[in-house]
């Protein structure tokens, strides 16, 4: 039952062609049945129908990735030849068929990323052949059942992001039984809330286990030794959880492991020599690609504490790419050794420690390194030459030492660097010539040193929000809104070019040009080919259907009004009688145009549960014979998030709940647009009043007249387009830069604090040098409660609810700081704002 067919995929579904001949479909060479259907991706939506069950040789049903609705059909365990059901990343809700046990020759059921409910069916330690369950990200209740455990035959179990516990238990532990799959490979129950302690003898029960993912819950208790045992183990992620004690797992005999992720945890030492025990085992681990034992939580707790000198040893990981040993309480030198590792090349993080001495001139055999960050450590000495050989950074950290001299020259080789912050040291001179002509600099901070002489007004030093000079007080020069003193000219017979000269003669050349232009334009045909064939595509309704629908446009159905379109409500009677908002173009105001085209191409290629939904769209003539625009989207009864900040309309306010509901939606769709889709989309121009809410306030992304899809026709920018709007657009933008992915969640951030604050970012308040980000960066962590809107909070009956409160606020109020930075580098990425802010969600629910 296929309502939205959007790639014409079923076109070949008719009786003209023999079934075994449709598209998605294989058959049997011999008996000409059905064997396997196969429409992964296809944009399909609808119902998947009950028929299915009468396909009796299927023994392969892959619908992965599309928008099929309603209930899984209890049909299909009539189906006992299927082997294989992927029916991910849909939105299929209702409960797991029980009968699904039927399907006695099972062997992968992928159910992940749906709407499913309740707990998962007893019935199906029946399917006794089961290897593959995998059904993280739904909304299954009732803890992990026991029964799991006596499926001998599951290699991989993966579980994660489903509210397990139930409502008796809501966090929940790990049935003891599961522990008994000696056959299990890979094991992820992630981003849930279960407690408890793992078993002391996991690793001896579970001696397949090549990917273990246990990250984002509150296990307690210490890490067991046993896991050195488990010798094929690749990947080994138990961050965000509460696990304490000495890490005490001989990583000598994990040979193999890829990744290992301990940070957010409560690990203590003692600063003896054993206590770094644990990382000089890693010698033997060749093959360690990512090493994470930093500490760089939201709420500023530091519980992992790793003292001591780092070990040379880490020198044998020759194929490590990411090493993160930030906030710990390192001590000593940079060992020559780590820098010796030819596949560091993603970031070596370094950074809040107790480093000393000088950085060593073997740095420069990183020649391939995009980023080092060795910034609050105790680095004394002059910034070392062989910097300059490193030439693939992108960010270089220095911030926060004792450096001393000159920036040597040998960093103008650094043509591709992004960032660079070398503020809070003891750095003299003159500011190099060559900082204002790199092209690829997008932040520059100098601030805190003592550097003097003409600060330079080209290149990065164009623009006061992309470079910082402040503490530097022998500075002369520079732009005028720096206020810094003027610098003394060197000569006082300076001759000046008479500028009125270059006035007078270019000034009628110009005017004559303008004026052919100007001609050329008008002789110009209003329309063209091209277009209107890809006009044509649009056209679903009528001029005469829209026009009923609002009563005429009428003032009293107006609900919105941009620089491109106004908004009406209104009802189609040719869709039942359905409430629609209908947005027409303003095709007289330049730049709408491109603005109705970008939109239909955006809503072409995505589809998800909050972003608005789109019903039709309208290219036409009004009765006057003048060209009419228009799309039609579903109506969003709570109006914008923009409506509930700051309209007087509503009596009453989001709650804090709501609020951090409404951003978690928010950047949910944001991380589909980035990562999710097949191809990349910036929407442009995100703020409160694109962000509608339906009647169950959930929150829906809209308006994409901005919209560039990375990679296609549409990203073709002008550095004279118009790109967002003023105090949600990222400061890279003003200054001609491309959009970008990045751009988007510089806007999120800055939307962030005004869903938290109250504030617009273009509120009177904010000027002389204070912003929205800063206000709210000023006020953490201790003083989020002052900054926040006061609607938002609603008093707790106990302290330690309220402290739990206030965790939450500021917890919050980072996220949107760490997205509002100015350097697009160092913005946050939007996968980890989502986990962030349903980790956040889900404190709130349980006060």
Same mark, same amino acid.
């Not at 992992?304 to 790419?321: H, M, V």
């Not at 920036?407 to 960032?419: C, N, Y």
């Given at each position: ?51 299915? *069950? ?10 992965? &990735? ?11 365990g009539r189906v006992s030849r299927l082997c294989r059901i992927v029916l991910a990343e849909n939105n299929f809700s209702g409960v797991i068929p029980t009968n699904l046990s039927g399907c006695s020759n099972?062997?992968?059921? @992928? ?44 290699? @991989? ?54 990917l273990l993912q246990l990250w984002g819950n509150e296990l307690t208790g210490v890490l067991p030794p046993s896991l050195s045992n488990c010798s094929k183990l690749r990947i080994l992620e138990m961050n965000? &959880? ?22 957010? &945890?409560?690990?203590?030492? +003692? ?10 085992? =890693? ?45 710990? +309480? ?36 990183l020649k391939m390194l995009s980023t080092l960050d060795l910034s609050h450590n105790n680095f004394s000495g002059t910034i070392t030459s062989s910097l300059g050989e490193c030439i693939s950074l992108t960010?270089? &950290? ?75 007080? %022998? ?26 000269? =270059? ?17 050329? @334009? ?16 649009? =056209? ?14 009428? $003032? ?34 330049? *730049? ?9 191409? $955006?809503?072409?290629?995505? %589809?998800?549960?909050? =972003? ?36 007087? $309309? ?13 951003? +978690? ?18 929407? *442009? ?116 609810? $309220? ?12 996220? *949107? ?9 160092? +913005? ?20």
């Amino acid at each position: 039952m296929i309502t939205q067919d959007p790639y014409k995929v079923l076109t070949s579904w008719n009786h003209s062609f023999h079934f075994c001949d449709w598209s998605g479909i294989s058959c049997g060479k011999r008996h000409k049945r059905v064997t396997a259907l196969r429409l992964v991706s296809k944009g399909l939506e609808g119902s998947l129908s009950p028929h299915v *069950g009468n396909l009796s040789f299927l023994r392969e049903l892959y619908l992965a &990735n599309n928008s099929f609705q309603g209930t899984i059909p209890h049909e299909l365990g009539r189906v006992s030849r299927l082997c294989r059901i992927v029916l991910a990343e849909n939105n299929f809700s209702g409960v797991i068929p029980t009968n699904l046990s039927g399907c006695s020759n099972l062997e992968e059921l @992928w159910l992940y990323e749906n709407k499913l409910v309740g707990s998962i069916p007893k019935e199906m330690s029946l399917l006794s052949k089961l290897v593959v369950l995998v059904i993280q990200e739904n909304k299954l209740t009732g803890g992990i059942p026991p029964f799991l455990g006596n499926i001998t035959s599951m290699e @991989w179990f993966s579980a994660g992001g489903n509210p397990f516990g139930g409502e008796c238990n809501l966090y929940g532990s790990i049935p003891p039984s599961i522990f008994n799959l000696s056959l299990l490979v890979n094991f992820s129950l992630s981003q849930n809330h279960l407690t408890g302690s793992l078993p002391s003898e996991i690793g001896n029960q579970l001696p397949n286990l090549e990917l273990l993912q246990l990250w984002g819950n509150e296990l307690t208790g210490v890490l067991p030794p046993s896991l050195s045992n488990c010798s094929k183990l690749r990947i080994l992620e138990m961050n965000f &959880n509460n696990f304490s004690g000495k890490l005490t797992i001989d990583f000598s005999k994990l040979k193999d492991i890829n990744i290992i992720s301990l940070e957010h &945890n409560n690990f203590h030492g +003692r600063g003896e020599a054993d206590d770094m025990r644990f990382i000089d085992s =890693l010698e033997n681990c060749t093959r360690l690609v990512y090493l994470g034992l930093s500490n760089c939580n939201l709420t500023g707790v530091f519980p992992i504490t790793i003292e001591g000198d780092i070990p040379s040893s880490l020198g044998n990981c020759k194929q490590l790419n990411g090493l993160n040993l930030c906030y710990n +309480r390192l001590s000593g030198q940079i060992p020559k050794q780590l820098l010796q590792i030819p596949s560091l090349t993603n970031f070596l993080d370094l950074s809040h420690n107790s480093l000393s001495g000088s950085i060593p001139s073997d740095i420069k055999a990183l020649k391939m390194l995009s980023t080092l960050d060795l910034s609050h450590n105790n680095f004394s000495g002059t910034i070392t030459s062989s910097l300059g050989e490193c030439i693939s950074l992108t960010m270089l &950290n220095l911030s926060g030492n004792i450096f001393q001299g000159i920036v040597p020259s040998s960093l103008s080789s650094l043509r591709g660097l992004e960032v660079l912050d070398i503020s809070q040291n003891n750095l003299s001179g003159k500011i190099p010539q060559f900082l204002g002509k790199w092209n690829s600099l997008e932040f520059l901070n100098l601030s805190f040193n003592d550097f003097e002489g003409e600060l330079p007004v080209v290149g990065v030093f164009r623009n006061a929000s992309l470079f910082s000079v402040l503490g530097n007080n %022998r500075l002369c020069g520079g732009l005028v809104t720096l206020e810094l003193p003027k610098c003394k000219e060197r000569g006082r017979h300076k001759k000046r070019f008479p500028f009125f000269i =270059l006035v007078i003669v270019i000034a009628p050349t110009l005017l004559i040009v303008f004026c052919c232009v100007y001609l050329l @334009w008008k002789k110009k045909p209003n329309s063209q080919p091209s277009q209107s064939s890809e006009n044509e595509r649009f =056209l679903k309704v009528s001029y005469n259907e829209l026009l009923k629908a609002t009563d005429g446009f009428s $003032a009293a159905n107006l609900i919105g009004e941009g620089g491109f379109s106004s908004v009406y409500k209104g009802i189609l009677d040719s869709n039942h009688n359905k409430r629609v908002a209908v947005k027409v173009l303003h095709l007289q105001n330049k *730049g709408a145009q491109k603005s109705f085209l970008a939109e239909c191409e $955006a809503w072409r290629n995505i %589809r998800h549960r909050n =972003l608005l939904k789109i019903i039709t769209s309208c290219s036409s003539t009004d009765f006057q014979g003048n060209d009419f625009k228009a799309l039609v989207y579903e109506f969003m009864p709570n109006g914008s998030v923009h409506d509930w900040l700051h309209s007087s $309309a509503y009596a009453s306010k989001l709650n804090l709940l709501q609020r951090i509901n409404i951003l +978690r939606d928010v950047a949910t769709a944001l991380d589909y647009l980035q990562n999710r889709c097949q191809t990349t989309i910036v929407h *442009g121009d995100l703020k409160p009043s694109n962000i509608l809410l339906d009647e169950d306030m959930v929150a829906h992304v809209g308006d994409f007249g901005l919209a560039r899809l990375l990679g296609t026709d549409l990203n073709q920018n002008s550095s004279t387009g118009v790109k967002g709007t003023i105090g949600y657009a990222p400061p890279e933008y003003g200054i001609g830069s491309k959009m970008t992915s990045c751009g988007d969640v510089y806007s999120f951030g800055i939307l962030s604090l005004e869903v938290m604050t109250g504030k617009r970012p273009t509120d009177d308040m904010f000027k002389e040098g204070l912003s929205l980000h800063k206000f709210v960066y000023m006020s953490l962590p201790d003083h989020a409660v002052d900054v926040t809107d006061d609607d938002a909070i609603v008093l707790q009956r106990t302290e330690a609810n $309220a402290k739990k409160v206030e965790e939450c606020l500021a917890a919050t109020m980072k996220i *949107g700081v760490s997205c509002s930075v100015d350097s697009p580098p160092q +913005r946050m990425k939007m996968e980890i704002v989502v986990i962030e802010l349903q980790r956040i969600l889900d404190v709130l629910q349980n006060i």
